[in-house]
Each structure stands twice: as C-alpha cells, then as structure tokens.
C-alpha cells in the first residue's frame, strides 16, 4: 500500500489552470484566482518548478475522477452510497468509479479524496530519468560549455559536430533549460543557470508580440502632457499613486497638486484592486471644481487598469509615467515618503479611518527642497493650499469659483 502525502500542487487540474493562465499573459495574483488559490500559494507554485510549465496533468483526457469528483465520492461512499449510485450520480461509467474504489483506497479499506489524489499523483509519476542524469559523460560536457558561457542552442550545435556519429551525445536545448531550472529531474546544478545569457534564477514564459494582456488599456503617456504642466504655473495639474501595506492587499492612494503641494488621499479600505481605486478616484475627483481638474499624472501600476470611467464622473486628463521612472512625478514620491513615516511598510493600511488620513496633513507639511525654512513652505505652500481648499468648498456648496 502506497503511503504518502497529500500536498494542493497534486491537484493537477487547478495548477494547470494556473500555468495556463500565466501563458496566457495573466499576472500570478490574477492566475491564482482562476486556478481557486491566492497569489502566495501561485508563487510557490512558480518557484518550485523553476519557472517551468509542469507536463503532468496537462491536456487530462477525463479518464479519472478529478479531485472534486472524488471528495464527493468520498461523501457518498462513507454514507453508505453504492458505486451505482455514485456513478448515476456523477454521471461518469462505473468501470471509472470502481477503478477509482480499489486502486486508491486506504489501508483500512476506506476512501478519501486526498488520500486518493496523493496515491494517484506519486503513481503516475514518470519513472523515466533525466538524460543528462543518466549519461554523465553528456552531462560534463554540457557543464563545461554552459560554464564557458555558451547557450543551449550553441551547445546543441557544436554536440552534432562533436560527435556526429554517436547519438547518445545529443541533446536538445530543452532538456538543458529544463534540468537547469526543474530540479526535480536531478541532472545540472541550479547554480549553472548564472551562466545562461539572462542569468535568471526563474523561467519567464516566453510570450508572443500582443499576448500579454495590457495592464493599462489606451493609456496616454507623460510625453503627451502639455508643456504648461510642467513650468507648474497653473494650479489644477496632480500626481498621483498609491503607497502599499502589508502583503500587497491594503494601499492608501495620494494626490498632490504640483503647483501648491495641497495633498489629498484616497481612502481604500476593501483593497487596491483597479475598480476600487477607480470608484475613490472618481468620488475625490469630484470633489474638486472644473478649473482644479486640468491633468493627473500617475505610473502604470496595474491598480489603474479600469482608469477609464464614464466622462460625466471623472472629468480630467491622465498621463502615465514611463517604466521605472519616479522622477517624473517626484513631487508624489516626495509626499509619500513623508507618509510613509506614520504608514509604515509590511503594516494594515485598512484599519486607518479617512479621518486618521485627515489627522496626518498638518505633519506632513514641511520645507521642500525648493524652501529653506518652515516660514518660506508656510508662504509657498499653506497660502495656495488654504485658497485651494476654499475653492473646493464653494464648489461643493455650489457657489462659482
């Protein structure tokens, strides 16, 4: 009796939805949602197999039961239910059903699901080894290349020329990344994969031009911003972003305007995922009167993915940054820094109030680079501040700017 331990990646079916989604451009949080995990248990997934589409469990035929299938077996079985029941109940031949009884019961002769499933996943291991693990006169030639800084495909090459006549010393590009990256096949060192032009400790899926889904649909770039923006002459122009918590699930969203330094933050206490900034943003856009919604500058972070409501509730131009590049929209960067003192990193950023984002403004009203004292940032900075605030009174009163 095979005794072993059930662990969720023998769930096949679900770690397949996962690997598929990733190939089809979907980011690890979005994949781990579809496979029925979340975006910690999808990393692991990725890690452990070194960035490698796993082969088991793909293109399944139906001929067993899938997990499911078999914790409901499990629930009727121990509830006295026949395999005729079972098997009207399923749907499925009673040829499958009894196979499934007696190949993965346990040693007391009951049925369980991960019992089973652990059973059923170490027997269809592939009892094939590696090539390059069995064959250790191909295995050192392959490392002594890799390490001369060849790529599998060269290494492929200069095989066929090095010995055309032995078909034993060949090897396909393939099965060098794959012993690289996939350490359960037991054949290269991992430490080899520093030698490969990327130098990656993980296998990225190589995507064709256009499959990657767009993180942020017809987004406008900073290039496009009009020139006035930048000389901050006019009030009304913004940056925006978010600072994140703990694990990546709570964010608090801020908004300074360029030319005053007035601030404002988004108070997000369900998460940060792009419909949630989308509605904070639109209701504190709103806020403000038509002459203070010129232009929003913010980066191409997946949170603005839905930036594109209905015109009517949020009237304003927004321009995204390009990769990596902070420095465009420092005068944030700036401001989130001073945040970040009383919002630490790895901390619950939804237990916070929209009065305790209130409570932090007056602190985090300090001299600038472009100020030398607190009496110049209280002439350059709370004045126009104060003005703006009035201005987003009378509008909300309804009173003309």
């Known amino acids: 009796m095979l005794i072993t331990r059930f662990a969720n990646h023998m769930v096949t079916e679900n770690v397949q939805v996962f690997w598929s989604e ?18 910690k248990q999808g990393t692991r997934w990725v890690i452990a197999n070194g960035g490698v589409r796993p082969r088991r469990g793909r293109d399944l035929k139906g001929r067993c039961l899938s997990f499911a299938e078999g914790e409901q077996t499990a629930v009727w079985r ?3 239910a026949s395999v005729r029941t079972i098997v009207a109940r399923l749907g499925r031949s009673p040829s499958t059903v009894s196979r499934e009884l007696r190949r993965n019961r346990e040693a007391g002769g009951g049925y369980r699901a991960i019992s089973a499933q652990a059973m059923a996943y170490h027997r269809a291991s592939r009892p094939k080894p590696a090539k390059l693990a069995v064959n250790l006169a191909l295995r050192e030639k392959v490392e002594q290349d890799l390490e001369k800084k060849y790529s599998p495909e060269q290494i492929t090459g ?3 020329l090095q010995f055309p006549d032995d078909p034993e010393m060949r090897v396909s590009p393939e099965t060098i990344y794959q012993s690289i990256y996939v350490q359960s096949r037991g054949a290269l060192r991992r430490d080899l994969a520093v030698c490969l032009r990327t130098g990656r400790a993980l296998r990225r899926p190589s995507r064709k031009v256009g499959q990657r889904k767009n993180r942020i649909p017809n987004m406008i770039n900073i290039a496009e911003r009009p020139a006035e923006v930048e000389d901050r002459a006019v009030p009304g122009n913004w940056e925006g972003d978010l600072i994140i918590g703990k694990q990546n699930q709570t964010a608090i969203g801020t908004l300074v305007e360029r030319q005053t330094g007035y601030t404002m933050r988004l108070h997000l206490p369900d998460g940060c995922k792009p419909e949630q900034v989308r509605d904070a943003l639109a209701a504190k856009i709103q806020t403000l009167p038509d002459s203070l919604r010129l232009s929003l500058t913010w980066d191409q972070g997946p ?4 930036w594109k409501p209905s015109p009517s509730t949020l009237a304003i131009d927004i321009y995204f940054c390009d990769p990596h590049s902070p420095w465009q929209r420092g005068t944030n960067e700036n401001f989130n820094g001073l945040l970040r003192q009383y919002f630490p990193k ?9 009065e305790d984002l209130d409570w932090v403004r007056p602190a985090t009203q300090r001299p600038t680079p472009q100020t030398t004292s607190v009496q110049e940032a209280d002439r350059t900075h709370r004045r126009p501040a104060v003005a703006i605030t009035a201005r987003i009174r009378r509008s909300a009163c309804g009173t003309p700017g």
């Open 22 to 39: 990733l190939q089809r451009g979907e980011f690890i949080s979005d994949a781990a949602v579809a496979a029925g995990t979340y975006r």
């Open 78 to 80: 121990a509830a006295g």
């Open 158 to 160: 200069r095989l066929r």
């Open 303 to 306: 949170e603005m993915r839905d």
């Open 346 to 354: 790895g901390t619950n950023l939804s237990v916070h109030s929209s």
